[in-house]
């Protein structure tokens, strides 16, 4: 079976399809309706979106008139980063699946453990809230599973300190190069599957010489070494990407990087990303 068609297996039983399409930074309306409805005629089965980045509306369209059943995707969607409150995120919740037209989501997780104005911001208490909020939502089956983003080490113990159930889920950004090591043996100790936002590191490491070396050995692209490491690794990479070509390119990842590649590709170190 093509990878694009397979799954991992969450905490709780429920099953998460091992690419997602990542919506961050794709325009609302058209371009964001456009993208998805491509992605999900080429196969994508998980669609990876958030209040904060205002695409919610033309992601649940675009699902909606795919004429694929509901059940067949599996959405997700972000608690922004700013609501730490209960009832705050009890609210932002039926908001989100109002603006997708859904009567339920397959993950809801908090998008950071800080505001984004204000990284670093001490929120253990807003956190709890909010994800005391999450776990009502769950056991109401509105949401089949919950989770964190951006949540280090110590994020999560104070969750798993305070609330009841673990998460199912901690997106993080994770691409050749970055070192994520700490956090992920930290979740694969406590059952917590990682996902891999940026994994091309937003375009950047497209021009790696070293990925650019591999690609060629493998005849493939450099995006394609950058997903298919991210799969051998055992996360799910959400790659984005507003081209039909490329989209499709994305999802053939049918191949196997050779053992001393992998260590090769681990050499890599830095992150590339410019956020100006
Ligand atoms: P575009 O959307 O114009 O295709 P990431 O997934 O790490 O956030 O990276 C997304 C960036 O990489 C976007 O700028 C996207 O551009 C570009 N991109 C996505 N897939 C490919 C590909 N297969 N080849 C080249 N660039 C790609």
Redesign the pocket.
Same mark, same amino acid.
């Given at each position: 079976m093509k990878v694009i068609n397979q799954t991992y297996t969450l905490n709780n039983g429920v099953k998460i399809p091992k690419i997602g399409f990542?919506t961050?930074?794709?325009k609302p309306g058209d371009e964001t309706y456009n /993208?998805v409805s491509l992605a999900l005629k080429h196969g994508y089965r998980h669609i990876d979106t958030a209040e904060g980045y205002q695409n919610e509306k033309s992601v649940g369209e675009a699902i909606r008139n795919s004429g694929i059943p509901r059940e067949e995707i599996f959405v997700t969607s972000k608690l922004e980063s700013h609501i730490k409150d209960y009832e705050g995120a009890l609210r932002a919740f039926d908001e989100t699946l109002k603006a997708l037209g859904f009567d339920y989501l397959d993950l809801f997780i908090i998008h950071a453990p800080w505001p984004w104005s204000e990284m670093g911001k001490d929120c253990k208490e807003g956190n709890v809230q909010a994800y005391k909020a999450m776990e009502e939502i769950y056991k109401s089956g509105r949401v089949k599973a919950i989770g964190v983003s951006n949540f280090s080490p110590n994020d999560i113990e104070n969750i798993l300190t305070h609330c009841e159930i673990v998460p199912a889920v901690n997106q993080i950004g994770y691409?050749i190069g970055l070192d994520q090591s700490e956090t992920i043996s930290y979740c694969e100790d406590k059952g917590i599957f990682v996902e891999a936002?940026?994994?091309?590191? !937003?375009?950047y490491?497209?021009d790696n010489p070293i990925i650019n070396e591999v690609a060629k050995k493998y005849k493939v692209?450099? /995006?394609?070494i950058?997903i298919r490491y991210l799969l051998q690794k055992g996360t799910a990479?959400?790659?984005?990407? !507003?081209?039909e070509?490329?989209?499709i390119?994305?999802t053939e990842v049918d191949f196997d990087i050779w053992a001393d590649d992998m260590a090769l590709l681990d050499t890599i170190k830095g992150d590339p990303r410019r956020w100006s």
């Open positions: 990542g961050w930074q794709i /993208a691409f936002y940026s994994p091309l590191g !937003i375009g490491l497209l692209s450099p /995006a394609q950058c990479p959400l790659p984005k990407s !507003i081209h070509s490329r989209l390119q994305n």
